[in-house]
DNA sequence: CTTCTAATGGTCCTAGAGTTCCGTTAAGAA
DNA sequence: TTCTTAACGGAACTCTAGGACCATTAGAAG
């Protein structure tokens, strides 16, 4: 009865179809920074990547799904974590790390269009998540380390923590339109170690 | 020279260019609740609004520029602001009301659909960013009501408080995926509040 | 009321995104 | 090495979003 039929690019990964995978990802990498989510051309993607638009179309299908794929992607190489030994100076860290991502003239204009892919399709939403369910779990032990260290109270949730963070950081890249400059990103580490310490972010 | 040429709409804007204009921004914001925003076609617009779609292509041209409409006509519609007392008890009541708003089966989904447009489309982005610096000058007094008790250092932003307990929120619709609840509202009103109260959002 | 024309709304047309077909290339097995 | 077939790529096709054209309708002014 059931058709077995295994997605294109498993059955032989090695040489050409990883090459072709990494040429076509990086492409769309860089036409999603330059030219935003809607405008995205899977042809134009094909043209850029010097691969034929007929292997895009199969093995991607549609713009979302080639998108879900670049945060799979994106989701495997991790980024360096600091511990100052204090909660401020990590979170500090941490937001100025989003923050010279946001404002980076490629990097900030791709996660506008990465965060706009999954607004319009469940499975780059479900791609996303599991992105930033990873970089928030990386960070998460400097939260714990300061709970240990008796800085902040027990049964506080780390993952809030590290959300309060980037969150208005990217309340300014997506809404208010603002710059997403140093300042803003000291002010929102300060506002999430304060509010830590003070226990508004326990269970 | 300047071939001066007025936007339509713009000469007789009396009773059938009305109802035309109402009509396709309610059906544009019906559509872009249910559809999200990479799936709005003009020409569905116009039938669902029961008007030609000649007419929508001529007035708005493109669907981000429909959007930029329909953003300026909800910025114009305000709502009611609340006196409880103390900074917590009002930035509760705000953070209960955006909560309600994005976990509403329409208005939530709309909204996302909003600022996808926004970040597609600069023209978008400028009449998004128009719609909640108005909304945030409306809550804005509670902060300086605060300053003037004295709950609140003096210097304190009063648009960065707002903008903190918003934050949050919107990070879950858009990027971790996590209900919009009521207990997260809360607790993006107290860690405002309290950051406020530390003086994290003075310049 | 009459006149003028802004604005609407059918109908037809065009460009290009997405699909299908089929021959070619090369990854993996023996 | 040879063999099998997964995966690629060019070319031709389809289908529809968006635009052009023009006749019709109805605000606004006198």
């Known amino acids: 009865m059931s058709d077995e039929r295994p997605d294109p690019g498993?059955?032989?990964?090695?040489?050409?179809?990883?090459k072709v995978r990494e040429a076509v990802l990086r492409a769309a990498?860089?036409?999603l920074a330059e030219d935003g989510f809607d405008r995205l051309d899977l042809a134009e993607i094909a043209r850029r990547a010097g691969v034929g638009k007929t292997t895009v179309y199969r093995r991607w299908g549609t713009v979302p799904g080639l998108v879900a794929d670049l945060l799979?992607?994106?989701a495997e190489d991790s980024l360096p974590r600091s511990e100052t030994g204090s909660l401020l100076g990590d979170l500090t860290a941490q937001a100025r790390l989003v923050q010279s991502t946001l404002s980076d003239p490629r990097q900030g204009p791709l996660f506008k269009a990465l965060i706009t892919a999954a607004a319009c399709?469940?499975?780059?939403?479900?791609a996303l998540h599991r992105f930033?369910?990873?970089r928030t779990e990386e960070w998460a032990p400097c939260v714990?380390?300061?709970?240990?260290?008796g800085e902040i109270p027990a049964g506080t949730?780390?993952?809030e923590v590290i959300r309060a963070v980037s969150a208005p950081l990217y309340y300014r890249l997506l809404i208010g339109g603002d710059p997403v400059d140093r300042a803003s990103a000291d002010r929102a580490a300060k506002a999430?170690?304060?509010?830590?310490?003070?226990?508004?972010?326990?269970?």
């Open 10 to 18: 498993t059955v032989r990964p090695g040489g050409r179809t990883a």
């Open 29 to 31: 990498g860089d036409a």
């Open 72 to 74: 799979t992607e994106m």
């Open 121 to 126: 399709d469940p499975q780059t939403a479900e």
């Open 132 to 134: 930033y369910r990873i």
């Open 144 to 149: 714990t380390a300061a709970i240990e260290r």
């Open 157 to 159: 949730d780390p993952t």
């Open 192 to 203: 999430a170690a304060t509010a830590a310490r003070a226990g508004a972010f326990t269970a």
